[in-house]
């Protein structure tokens, strides 16, 4: 997978695609159906496919104090669009500049001049350019000016309701792993570096791998049946994860601490993805150490059932 810049040229091989342009975070069902009918129509035509993303998200653009939100990093998304087919992609970086950038100097510019582009497929209701004056119609009619031709995908809908990265952040926030996962179409992963803790787990029997949260959406605080993944070695692992502030310790810290099973490995310092699979319960405050690791015990093994 090829990564551009829209700040920089791009390769002539690159140049004359069709492109899936939205935010995709998260990459659900949804976006899913827009880069599906971007790649199956660059096939037929014989051009480069290129998903077209946004970072940082424009929300935080605009709003920088705004709690963290994102299901997806761009590292991630890349590796989503690759395998969903797409040759490229292309990040907008938002900044000042490209927020001043008007929807018909967006299209005429950035994607006409800049890309080439000969076809671009939105969501119905993306909007985009200066004051968000963009919509599908906008794009439609400056497209054709300069050769560009504008599709649009429906919503997907799931139960009577569109599937949006907002119902998929909205099941997080309740513990429902399942839920997310099956609008995701995979489970909701938080990726990072493992950091070095005050190695309270290793000293109560259970080292952990701990992770700061960065700008992923926050997810209920509790402890969850988690798998994981260390990125250099591809090696997966079963665990149980506390994902919270840890109340029986001080000083509070948003921390995802997974305890992997039967794995004595040394990760400091590597970059492994923790994805969330079943909530097993709240974090709680115990009366002593013994409580708690009596009750880490029990979330160990129902984990591992869970698990299978």
């Known amino acids: 997978m090829i990564r551009l810049d829209h700040r920089q040229p791009v390769p002539e091989s690159l140049r004359g695609p069709i492109v899936a342009l939205g935010n ?30 946004f970072d940082p998200h424009p929300v935080r653009h605009f709003a920088p104090h705004v709690p963290p939100f994102r ?18 992609m292309l990040v907008f970086h938002f900044d000042d500049d490209l927020a001043g950038t008007t929807a018909e100097d967006f299209v005429t510019r950035l994607l006409g001049e800049g890309i080439g582009a000969r076809g671009v497929v939105t969501g119905e209701d993306f909007t ?10 906008v794009l439609r009619e400056t497209g054709a000016r300069v050769g560009i031709e504008a599709r649009a995908v429906g919503p997907v809908m799931d139960m009577g309701r569109p599937v949006s990265s907002s119902r998929i952040r909205d099941a997080l ?12 179409t995979r489970p909701f992963a938080i990726r990072g570096e493992v950091i070095h803790g005050d190695k309270r787990g290793r000293e109560i ?21 988690v798998t994981g993944r260390v990125l250099v070695t591809g090696e997966e692992l079963n665990g149980a994860a506390s994902l919270g502030v840890r109340p029986m310790f001080d000083p509070p810290q948003e921390l995802l601490e997974p305890y992997f099973f039967d794995f004595a490995g040394e990760i400091y310092g590597q970059e492994i993805e923790v994805a969330l699979r079943h909530f097993l319960r709240p974090e709680a405050k115990f009366d ?21």
């Open 288 to 308: 002593s150490l013994e409580a708690l690791q009596v009750q880490m015990a029990e979330d160990c093994r129902r984990a591992r059932a869970l698990l299978g």
């Open 71 to 88: 299901l997806t990093t761009l590292e991630q998304r890349e590796e989503l669009f690759a395998a969903a087919g797409a040759d490229a």
């Open 173 to 184: 926030k309740a513990g429902d792993c399942e839920e997310a996962a099956r609008l995701l």
């Open 24 to 53: 995709f975070d998260g990459f659900h069902l949804g976006h899913q159906a827009v880069v599906r009918e971007a790649v199956e129509w660059a096939w037929e035509a014989g051009r480069p496919a290129i998903v077209a993303t």
């Open 205 to 225: 029997g259970y080292p952990t791998a701990n992770m700061e949260l960065g700008p992923y959406v926050r997810p209920r605080f509790g402890i969850y049946a």
């Open 128 to 137: 985009f350019g200066k004051g968000r004056g963009g919509n599908l119609a």
